[in-house]
């Protein structure tokens, strides 16, 4: 009877100690997949954040551009403007610095 009981308690030790490394193998499946679902969705929003900053970019440079373009053709204007100066109005434009000069300073 004691024999008996001494096997009995044996082998409820050995159920629990293989219930006890189920529980644990248990937890270590979850936790690997809790990881890994972890790891998934962690790309996920680094992917959608990257498309994200992607398209807010490709916005600005369209608005900048867009905002730009009246200026550059006004500069361009003026340029060919500049660059279409008569010799004579170029000369007018040369004789009114060196008399605002000449004025300014009196000396020359």
């Known amino acids: 009877m ?8 044996k082998e409820a030790e050995q159920q629990v100690k293989e219930m006890v490394e189920e529980v644990v193998q248990a937890a270590k499946n979850s ?3 809790m990881t890994r679902k972890a790891e998934e969705e962690h790309n996920r929003i680094v992917n959608e954040a990257e498309i994200n900053a992607k398209t807010i970019k490709d916005d600005a440079r369209k608005e900048g551009e867009t905002a730009a373009k009246p200026i550059l053709e ?13 010799d004579a109005e170029l000369g007018k434009a040369v004789n009114i610095i060196i008399e605002r000069i000449v004025n300014a300073d009196g000396n020359s």
């Open 31 to 33: 936790k690997e997949e």
């Open 74 to 86: 006004n500069g361009k204007s003026d340029a060919e403007s500049i660059t279409n100066i008569s």
């Open 2 to 9: 004691a024999r008996d009981a001494i096997l009995s308690v």
